[in-house]
């Protein structure tokens, strides 16, 4: 209870249900800690709106002001701002990192090392694609929707692969990195595939309502890693509680 004031710098990737969600939660706890330790906790919002030299310049500026903590949502955001201040002693602690250790941003999952840690939003692939054989257990061929500038999206979708190719059920991969890239992808599924996954993903869920419309109206179950994307028309969404996270 010293009555001192630590500036914090939060860094959202792309405005989405998700990242929204984290957003929110992340300042109600800074408010909720900065009573109960008698402290102020003076934050500012940044958002990149997905676009790498907009992050690269709210990371320069974050070093400039000297803040006392990062704290970056998503992959891409973190690792811009990991390397923003590589040169200073700034902690960062992340949200919503898919796969820390295979993105490069710390050394394990029990042993981070240096001065980042954070909270992984992992997914359970095989548990949201068991989800989808027992809705559907004649499944034949499912559509695989991601961006493939997502690192996060690397890991699941190769354990969606594996794991279609163990039950012998074929598979078309479509990906984008814009909303109408993500538009077009998802429309070429329609009358291709029985059912389609999206893991964690940002530009898929910049996109989901206008995705989730256009398979539901297509009778495709659209399976995503994420509980925001059902809030946003998807049949199932199947992860980590943002607001917990």
Known sequence: ADGKTYKVGIVQFVDDASLNQIEAAIEAELDAKA??????????LYNGQADGTTLNQIGAELVSKGVDLIVPIATP???????????????????AVSDPVGAGIVDSLDAPGGRITGTSDA???????DLMLAQNPDTKTVGLLYSNSEANSTTPIAEAKAYLDAKGIAYVEKTGNTNDEIMTAASSMVGQVDAVFTPTDNVVMAAAAAVSETLT?????FYTGADSFALNGAFVGYGVDYVQL
């Open 217 to 221: 109206k297509g009778g495709i179950p």
């Open 77 to 95: 955001a973190v690792k811009i701002m990991q390397s923003a201040t590589e040169d200073t002693e700034i902690p960062i602690v992340f949200s």
């Open 123 to 129: 997914l359970n692939t095989k548990g949201l694609l």
């Open 35 to 44: 009573a109960e330790l008698g402290v102020t906790f003076d934050y500012t």
